[in-house]
């Protein structure tokens, strides 16, 4: 979508009621006022959140803050600078200390305020999409398009969306999909409070202690019913306290636990490959790499291609005759090595 003409933006503006008018020219100065609050704040390294009031943020950053953008229209200057140039753009700001307003052009906002084109680009980018929010909420209001807001005044909407609503204006797409994630939330927070309700006393009380997001995963992941454990007593006391808890009181695992465990199965696993070799069996494996080593064990108790009087005549590395010798397993590579060496051989001979 782009911005609609200054013409249009006027017509479609002309058909709006006081009230409605009023509203959606003061709304798009608030939010134009906090987007350059929040762009300031950004650039001076201020920590502000959803919380703080205007006033509050101002406080903060005890500086020059934006009135308004006054945009003459495509190709039109109306505006003037206070160096005496004309302008499309003018920037309107306020020194919070001495109340004094100045009226600027692109240029001298930039060269007054000392700040970067970084800066000043996150500003204008953020008003412009400001503006393109204001136009969608015209264009949806000139073809009719409401969005059925009744069906969701039982959630804690912002209180501007609902005022919006009340002044018989319609709500812009971004508005539309705030509504739609707060309803998503809002239907989740039901179906996790019902899942609660299904465990039993233990279960709820292990639950509660739990950290949100991981709460939810668990929740959400006996949707369909409570899974029961699947390890055997003795795998449990060597798994952490927490995830033992789990098990015994047959909740599933989250998918970091299921990771932990199965890691630790590998490592359990492996170690006792390792410990079914000899004692030179076991240090020439672990003379590879960790990758390696997993391809060996593996294959440690599946039958072995080569035999060593099957190769001894052959042109290898001693390395791989030396393994053949411990009766050990063979890479893919080493084994593509012998090929090789056995066509050369039978080749030569």
């Not at 929010?133 to 073809?143: A, F, G, Q, S, T």
């Not at 927490?242 to 695992?253: F, V, Y």
Request: proline content about 3%; overall charge neutral; some cysteine.
């Amino acid at each position: 979508m782009v911005l609609l003409a200054q013409k249009e933006v006027e017509a479609i503006m002309s058909k709006l009621n006081d009230e409605q008018v009023y509203f959606l020219t003061h709304r798009m100065k608030i939010k134009k006022k906090s987007r350059w609050l929040q762009v300031l704040a950004n650039y001076k390294g201020i920590d502000i959140n959803e919380t703080m009031s205007h006033q509050d943020i101002e406080g903060k950053i005890k500086d020059w803050v934006l009135i308004d953008i006054l945009d003459g229209g495509y190709k039109k200057r109306p505006h003037k600078c206070d160096c005496g140039q004309s302008l499309r753009f003018q920037y309107l700001i306020q020194n919070k200390k001495e109340g004094a307003v100045r009226y600027l052009g692109e240029n001298c906002f930039e060269n007054y305020l000392s700040l970067p084109s970084s800066v000043i680009k996150d500003v204008k980018n953020g008003m412009y999409a400001i503006d393109l929010e204001r136009d969608d909420i015209l264009v949806k209001y000139k073809k009719n398009l409401f969005y059925p807001l009744a069906s969701y005044l039982h959630l804690s909407l912002p209180q501007d969306i609902i005022d919006q609503y009340e002044a018989g204006l319609p709500l812009s797409d971004n508005q539309i999909a705030l509504v739609e994630r707060i309803n998503a939330r809002y239907e989740e927070e039901k179906k996790l409070s019902f899942l609660f309700q299904r465990l039993n006393i233990k279960q709820q009380q292990f639950v509660s202690k739990m950290n949100p997001e991981d709460r939810r995963e668990l929740l959400l992941s006996i949707e369909d019913g409570i899974v029961e454990g699947f390890f055997q007593d003795e795998e449990i006391s060597e798994y952490e306290e927490t995830t033992q808890r789990q098990i015994q009181l047959h909740l599933p695992l989250l998918e970091r636990q299921k990771v932990e465990v199965k890691e630790w199965k590998l490592a359990k696993k492996r170690q006792e490959q390792l410990h079914s070799l000899t004692l030179e069996q076991r240090e020439f494996v672990l003379s590879f790499t960790k990758e390696e080593q997993e391809a060996l064990l593996d294959r440690v108790q599946k039958p072995l291609y080569y035999s060593i009087e099957s190769i001894k005549n052959l042109p290898l590395d001693a390395r791989i005759k030396k393994q053949v010798e411990l009766n050990l397993p063979l890479l893919k590579e080493q084994l593509y090595k012998i090929n090789v060496a056995q066509n050369r051989f039978q080749n030569l001979s």
